[in-house]
C-alpha cells in the first residue's frame, strides 16, 4: 500500500532512507531544474575549482520550463536517463537527496542513491501545466548562456507532485524487473 508523504527542503537524509517504492510524495521549498547541458556544466565547475549555484543537497528537477516573465507557465519533466552519464558523479559531489524525473534511471545511479542516500521521483508526462501551478516563484535563474530550456532555475515549489518514489535510497526501482 502506497503512503502519502510530505517533504520539505532541505531533505533529510534519514527521512529520504525511510521512503519506499510507491510512496506518493509532495513536496515544499526549493528545487533546481538541471537538464544535459547544466549537469556537465556543474561537473567541469566542480572539477575546475569554480563556484556553482547549487546547494549540497539539493533537490533537481529534471526539467526544461517555459518561463514567461518570471511565471513558470508550464515544467513538465524530461526524461532522465539522458543525464545517466553525469548523475552518479552529481549525487556523490553535492549529496543530492531527490532527483525528478520521468522514465527512470540505470544503474550506475541507482548505486550512487543508495551509496549517498538520494531517491528518484517519478512525475507523470504530460502533467507540465499541473506542475507549474505548484511552482510559487523563481528564486532565481543560472547560465542562460545555455537556453531557457538548458539554464539552472532555482524554484519555490508548495506541494509540488503527485510524486512517486521510483527508486529508493535502497536501490531499488519500479523499473527493474525482480522476476527470472
Known sequence: MERKIELHTPLDEAAIK???LRDIVYLSGELYTMRDKAHQRILDYLRAGKPIPIERGAVIYHCGPLVRNREVIAAGPTTSARMEPATPELIEALKIRAIIGKGGMGIATRDAMHAHGCVYLAMTGGAAVLAATHIKDVIS???????????????????FGPLVVGIDASGNSLYV???G
Open 177 to 179: 524487473s525482480n522476476e
Open 141 to 159: 535563474v543560472y547560465w542562460t548562456d545555455l537556453g531557457m530550456a538548458e539554464a539552472v532555475w532555482h524554484l519555490h515549489v508548495d506541494e
Open 18 to 20: 525511510e521512503l519506499k
